[in-house]
């Protein structure tokens, strides 16, 4: 089974900090993808990974930066966290991009910012 | 992206089947329709894929219709463990993104 595994299942951080999410997965996937989950809002795409160092941005990717430097893992960098940024965030691999392609998602990470 | 529409809630009781539908009247003929769900306090997990002929996997059947403008996801008996939020997604070979909408939460009563 694919195990997509995220660091901390809940994080509680101050205005300002810089906050690292890290996000691994254990069955060779190219594409990495991290989303935020909002009530009301649902899954929404902020960056994903096709590749070793190679990233693309999604929907709403103001305020994040991400790093891959290794295949199976793919962070997600508040550089300067704000309340705002308060909500629930999954990972997700897949292994390729293909219609018929499956996600995998991690068990999420709710980080609030105080 | 074709967009998908879904009730928003949906209540059966424990055992019986459940048919969740949903709407994609925009849907092109490469689109492939998949059905994702999440449990409380966990990430969603895929539950199935089709194209154009109704599917069967271990956890549901997947009946599209003929026209593909709408499909309905089957739980043949359900358990208190399938009381999730069911996301309908339009997918095309060219998109790595999932669209998602605000899904269907399903309540299971005993």
């Known amino acids: 089974d694919v195990k997509v595994t995220q660091s901390s299942r809940y994080l509680v951080k101050r205005t300002g900090e810089k906050v690292f999410l890290e996000c691994v997965q254990d069955m060779d996937h190219e594409n990495m993808f991290w989303y935020r989950q909002d009530p009301g809002l649902g899954l929404r795409l902020i960056y994903f990974?096709?590749?070793?160092?190679?990233?693309e941005k999604g929907d709403i990717p103001e305020g994040y930066s991400v790093s891959r430097e290794k295949k199976e893992r793919f962070s997600l960098i508040l550089e300067s966290a704000s309340t705002n940024q308060t909500s629930m965030y999954l990972c997700?691999?897949?292994?390729?991009?293909?219609?018929?392609?499956?996600?995998?998602f991690g068990p999420g990470t709710r980080l609030t910012v105080l | 992206d074709a967009k998908t529409t879904q009730p928003n809630s949906m209540e059966s009781n424990e055992e019986e089947p459940v048919h969740l539908p949903c709407n994609h009247s925009?849907?092109?003929?490469?689109?492939?329709i998949h059905w994702y769900r999440q449990l409380p306090s966990q990430g969603p997990e895929y539950v199935i894929h089709g194209l154009t002929s109704n599917v069967n996997n271990r956890m549901a059947s997947l009946a599209i219709a003929e026209d593909r403008k709408s499909s309905t996801l089957i739980l043949h008996r359900a358990t208190l463990r399938d009381a999730a939020v069911y996301y309908c997604?339009?997918?095309?070979?060219?998109?790595?993104?999932?669209?998602w909408g605000a899904g269907t939460k399903l309540i299971i009563k005993p």
């Open positions: 990974s096709y590749d070793v160092k190679m990233k």
């Open positions: 925009t849907i092109s003929g490469t689109d492939y």
């Open positions: 997604i339009l997918r095309d070979h060219s998109n790595y993104q999932l669209i």
């Open positions: 997700a691999s897949s292994l390729s991009q293909g219609s018929t392609d499956t996600q995998y």
